[in-house]
């Protein structure tokens, strides 16, 4: 599977690696879903059964027929595959809201039944996932948000691309496991995360990646800001 992202998959990229063997993560600071979708026709192998593009952080909130426009692009190069998108969060830019291309990811969720992580009802739970940019996270939310992904990614491969109706709840890994917080399917972006669900996340997440990934939470929490779209 594939996962093409910005600098916030820079930070969850260490704990995706870990959590899902053979998963491959391209990201790059202030990557646009446009550069996205150039990545995703380069890099998607027949292998691939899940493609997960978290991208519109970067994209200009003005314009959110530009986002629709390289949503569907990506899909048309997914074809049969399960997408994993995910809703964004950042400041307002010329004083427009991430609103407009918030309603883009849940329309297209709504269209194709692709999976949606739910980051920004993630931080609408608990803001202190974003640091002062309002936009990157650090080790912790990094791990947090790549436990998001992979419950997604599970939900890809328990029940497919999803559609009217489906739950984007994986099975149990085990009998005595908690099940994970609702993610949002095919109906769109779903209702912020409970505190208590994403206190489960991160608990899970940091138990998942274990002493092996301490350096990488480290370094993720060292990637410098990426300049906010607009800024000087």
């Not at 691939?48 to 048309?76: I, K, Q, W, Y």
């Not at 984007?168 to 994970?180: E, L, Q, S």
């Not at 939470?217 to 990426?226: D, Q, R």
Request: proline content about 9%.
């Amino acid at each position: 599977m594939l996962v093409v992202g910005d600098s916030l998959e820079v930070g969850s990229g260490p704990y995706l690696r870990s959590a899902i063997p053979g998963i491959r993560v391209d990201a790059v600071k202030g990557r646009s879903s446009t550069q996205g979708v150039q990545v995703l026709a380069a890099r998607l192998a027949p292998a691939d059964s899940v493609v997960v593009f978290p991208l519109g952080t970067n994209d200009n909130p003005s314009s959110p027929a530009v986002l629709a426009a390289d949503l569907d692009a990506a899909a048309r190069l997914a074809g049969s595959r399960c997408m994993v998108v995910a809703t964004i969060v950042r400041p307002p830019l010329g004083g427009v809201s991430v609103a407009g291309l918030n309603r883009v990811v849940s329309a297209f969720a709504a269209r194709t039944g692709a999976r949606v992580v739910d980051w920004a009802g993630a931080v609408r739970a608990l803001p202190t996932l974003v640091g002062s940019d309002g936009v990157h996270s650090n080790g912790s939310g990094y791990a947090l948000r790549a436990s998001l992904i992979e419950e997604a990614i599970d939900a890809c491969r328990s029940g497919g691309a999803g559609g009217p109706g489906a739950s984007g709840i994986p099975a149990p890994r085990n009998p005595n496991a908690r099940p994970p917080p609702r993610l949002a399917a095919a109906g769109g972006v779903g209702a912020p995360a409970p505190l208590a669900a994403i206190g489960f996340l991160f608990s899970r997440a940091a138990a998942s990646v274990g002493a092996a990934l301490r350096s990488a939470a480290t370094a993720a929490s060292k990637v410098g800001p990426e300049p906010v779209l607009g800024a000087p």
